[in-house]
């Protein structure tokens, strides 16, 4: 079966392959970290007990966080290891873990290249944040008796179906996996029908929630008010968006402007991928606004001027979460496209009036814990998006009151950090998932 799943990954990598060059030589991807994808790792201490944890990219890798910090506070005698697949996950691991910790791409899923990767890490347990499952990954996980836990384990609506459809393969691998810590009994039962065995499948919430702080201000926001000289205005922050729905904000906020009280509204426009800033700048150019990016105030004792009606471009790395501490309201992008969303979970621990669109089937089961709490507002489209943001702005009561409920909803499903690391903890001490019940 190996050579089969090796061929095939073979002849998909050559179909990809005038994309990954494209990217490459465009959005200057994909241009490190080639040897660690075919397996060459090396770990800083290989005397100590590893464990390896894959997240995908820079939301996987910020809901490691908690779970990371309190298993090295655990296992302080152990070396953890972080892999990812993204350019942009990795350096926010390298930023948040810096040379402390090994950081590397994730390996393809090739036979050889895995079984490279093993032999150099020797992990004692492999955590998967969410999904990410291989089943050359997983097989020689098993043949080595390395035991191979998903947290914070979740199967989309729009990956559920894909996998359904091919459930006589996935059985294969899925019922390889030694334990799935599940964010809800619904993905959990996803999970039950893809093959992994009931006994093997524990639900304990989404780890996201942990990693969201209950605060109203970042460290610095301060700074960051200053420089955007915002003094009594209100600002809209509109965050992680994606392609196609910038344009939809920008022309709510033109009509918002129409609107004399709110004359000194602001607005914050933070793409979700760094690659699109340029693109976000000619836009919002193209439509006859004027433009400021962040990247050129960011560390000069420069502000804007009191009464700028510029748009403010956050097209720098990990701003975000302040951006969204000076909001008066906050709009969570891709979502009012198909794309699947961004993670709404800041902006509503922020206790901030916390907006989103149709789409955001990425985060559904945030998604469904705040709007059956009335903790954030969904829109359908550009209109709604219009009159919503005007009613939340003009009634400060209104959008206060759904900002103190998103808050509380978040306080409320915390607690997954703590219940993860115990299934974590009896693996690593008995050696088997087996044990572990529900």
């Given at each position: 079966m190996?050579?089969?799943i090796?061929?095939?990954?073979g002849?998909?990598?050559?179909?990809?392959?005038?994309i990954?060059?494209?990217?490459?030589?465009r959005?200057q991807?994909y241009r490190?970290g080639?040897g660690?994808?075919?397996?060459r790792?090396?770990r800083?201490?290989?005397?100590k007990?590893?464990?390896?944890?894959h997240?995908?990219?820079?939301?996987?890798?910020?809901a490691?966080k908690t779970?990371?910090?309190?298993?090295?506070?655990?296992?302080?005698?152990?070396?953890?290891?972080?892999?990812?697949?993204t350019d942009?996950?990795?350096?926010?691991a390298?930023?948040l873990?810096g040379?402390?910790w090994t950081v590397?791409?994730f390996?393809?899923?090739?036979?050889?290249?895995?079984v490279?990767?093993?032999?150099?890490?020797?992990p004692?347990?492999?955590?998967l944040?969410?999904?990410?499952?291989?089943?050359?990954?997983?097989?020689?996980?098993?043949?080595?008796?390395?035991?191979?836990?998903?947290?914070?384990?979740?199967?989309?609506?729009k990956?559920?179906p894909?996998?359904?459809k091919i459930?006589?393969?996935?059985?294969?691998f899925f019922?390889?996996?030694?334990l799935v810590l599940?964010?809800t009994?619904e993905?959990a039962e996803r999970?039950?029908?893809?093959?992994?065995?009931?006994q093997r499948?524990?639900v304990?919430?989404?780890?996201k929630y942990?990693t969201a702080?209950?605060?109203?201000?970042?460290?610095?926001?301060?700074?960051l008010a200053a420089?955007?000289n915002?003094?009594?205005?209100r600002?809209w922050v509109?965050?992680g968006?994606g392609?196609e729905e910038?344009?939809?904000i920008?022309?709510a906020?033109?009509?918002?402007?129409?609107?004399?009280?709110?004359?000194?509204?602001?607005?914050a426009?933070?793409p979700?991928k760094?690659?699109?800033?340029?693109?976000?700048?000619?836009?919002i150019?193209?439509?006859?606004?004027?433009?400021?990016?962040y990247s050129?105030?960011?560390?000069?004792?420069?502000a804007?001027?009191?009464?700028?009606k510029?748009?403010i471009?956050?097209?720098?790395m990990?701003d975000?979460?302040?951006?969204?501490?000076?909001?008066?309201v906050?709009?969570?992008?891709?979502?009012?496209?198909?794309?699947?969303?961004?993670?709404?979970?800041e902006a509503?621990?922020?206790g901030?009036?916390?907006?989103?669109?149709p789409?955001?089937?990425n985060f559904?089961?945030t998604?469904?814990?705040?709007?059956?709490?009335?903790g954030?507002?969904?829109?359908?489209?550009?209109?709604?998006?219009?009159a919503?943001?005007?009613r939340?702005?003009?009634?400060?009561?209104?959008?206060?009151?759904?900002?103190?409920?998103?808050?509380?909803?978040?306080?409320?499903?915390?607690?997954?950090?703590?219940?993860t690391?115990?299934?974590?903890?009896?693996?690593?001490t008995?050696g088997s998932?087996?044990?572990v019940n529900d």
């Open positions: 190996r050579f089969i090796d061929l095939l990954y002849l998909a990598g050559l179909a990809f392959l005038p990954v060059i494209y990217r490459m030589i959005q991807r490190q080639w660690q994808r075919f397996g790792i090396n800083q201490h290989p005397q007990k590893c464990i390896w944890l997240a995908v990219s820079m939301g996987e890798i910020n490691a779970l990371l910090a309190e298993l090295e506070q655990r296992f302080g005698d152990c070396e953890i290891v972080v892999s990812t697949t942009t996950g990795y350096a926010r390298r930023m873990f040379d402390a590397f791409y390996p393809f899923d090739f036979s050889w290249s895995m490279r990767a093993f032999r150099r890490l020797d004692a347990i492999c955590l944040m969410e999904l990410e499952v291989w089943p050359n990954f997983v097989r020689i996980a098993r043949s080595r008796h390395v035991p191979v836990v998903v947290v914070n384990g979740r199967i989309s609506n990956s559920f894909q996998y359904r459930k006589a393969l996935t059985r294969l019922g390889k996996i030694d599940a964010q009994e993905y999970f039950r029908i893809l093959g992994c065995p009931s499948v524990v304990t919430s989404s780890l942990d702080q209950l605060v109203e201000h970042t460290d610095q926001a301060d700074a420089q955007l915002l003094g009594g205005a600002l509109a965050g968006t392609n910038e344009r939809i920008l022309e906020y033109r009509g918002l402007l129409q609107d004399d009280r709110l004359a000194d509204l602001r607005l426009v933070v979700r760094p690659e699109r800033f340029d693109e976000v700048a000619q836009l150019e193209t439509l006859g606004l004027p433009l400021v990016r050129q105030l960011k560390g000069t004792p420069d804007l001027p009191a009464d700028s510029a748009v471009l956050g097209d720098t990990g975000l979460r302040t951006f969204y501490s000076l909001a008066t906050i709009f969570v992008g891709r979502s009012l496209v198909p794309i699947g969303g961004s993670d709404m979970m509503a621990a922020l901030k009036c916390t907006l989103f669109g789409h955001a089937f559904q089961q998604v469904d814990a705040l709007l059956a709490g009335r954030a507002l969904c829109v359908q489209d550009g209109s709604e998006l219009l919503t943001l005007s939340c702005l003009l009634e400060p009561d209104y959008a206060d009151i759904i900002a103190a409920k998103g808050r509380q909803i978040i306080k409320d499903n915390q607690g997954a950090t703590e219940r690391v115990t299934h974590i903890t009896n693996i690593l008995a998932a087996s044990t």
